[in-house]
């Protein structure tokens, strides 16, 4: 299945994709795609609705509404940094031998398409796409990687926009050049794990302006999202609908030479197939 959220931002209402062109309105059925809907097993009783209103013909056609995050406010957001061998290669640091794991704040999640806001202060803001895990279940002490499957719910495209500045040259923790409003556009959809039928061979780009910044693919990622998920998993409890963002592949702004950062007026556009693309305009400060 493909979970959407569409309509006005605080407003969005849950649907699944079917097409192109179609959508089954789920909002009878559940509240939202958030903690308690994943919880409560929400998966499976839309699953089951989705294929009797099919068959009905009770759908509803895409009309130019507003395309919201495909999941409500996460608890957690947290992100992996460094996990592509080439994208470690191109910031100058070394490979980790463990996951580096941060923070990112959860009010960061727009939708695909909403505007990029550039914070105050900032001079170095920058682009990521990446691969980004919603978990199913609440989670601790796996076992293995792959008992770690069980408590995907799905996969979703993210861009982990970052603020360089904020993030390198300020002292302390990542999450300070992480975490600025819109920093987090996460969507079009979420893409339930049995379409995807190997979700370490999906490519990705991103373009700014028109031009092809990123090309990678989940393939060279140094940990895996299954093993992402059981390492977490052992320093912390995961709960249902927390969102990870799992890194980025090379071309991010920060390793060209001479470095490019986002100013108003750019534009993002990314994709990793399967996931759906998205579209950003890059705005000023507020």
Not at 93 to 115: C, H, M, R, Y
Not at 146 to 160: P, Q, S
């Amino acid at each position: 299945m493909k979970l959407m959220r569409i309509g006005p931002f605080g407003a969005e209402r849950p649907v699944v994709r079917l097409n192109d062109q179609e959508y089954v309105d789920v909002s009878d059925v559940v509240t939202d795609f958030d903690e308690a809907f994943f919880r409560t097993r929400g998966l499976e009783r839309v699953r089951a609705e989705v294929a009797k209103r099919s068959e009905r013909g009770q759908v509803e056609t895409f009309d130019g509404e507003r395309i919201g995050a495909p999941i409500a406010r996460p608890h957690q957001l947290l992100c992996i940094g460094l996990n592509y061998r080439d994208h470690a290669a191109e910031t100058g640091q070394a490979v980790p031998s463990e996951p580096i794991v941060f923070n990112k704040a959860p009010n960061t999640l727009v939708g695909p398409n909403d505007d990029v806001r550039i914070p105050r202060g900032s001079t170095k803001m920058d682009w990521e796409v990446e691969l980004g895990i919603v978990i199913g279940r609440r989670t601790s002490y796996l076992s293995s990687p792959e008992e770690a499957r069980a408590a995907i719910a799905g996969f979703v495209l993210v861009n982990d926009v970052s603020e360089r500045a904020f993030q390198m040259e300020r002292g302390g923790q990542w999450v300070k050049g992480k975490s600025a409003e819109t920093f987090n556009p996460t969507g079009p959809w979420l893409v339930t794990p049995d379409e995807i039928p190997d979700v370490s061979a999906l490519s990705m780009w991103l373009d700014v302006n028109g031009q092809r910044k990123q090309t990678g693919s989940t393939a060279t990622m140094i940990f895996d999202p299954y093993f992402i998920v059981y390492y977490l998993s052992q320093f912390l409890v995961l709960e249902p609908g927390d969102l990870i963002d799992t890194g980025t592949p090379p071309g991010v702004g920060m390793g060209a030479n001479p470095p490019q950062y986002l100013v108003a007026g750019d534009r993002m556009e990314l994709g990793i197939d399967g996931l759906g693309e998205q579209r950003q305009n890059v705005v000023a400060p507020r």
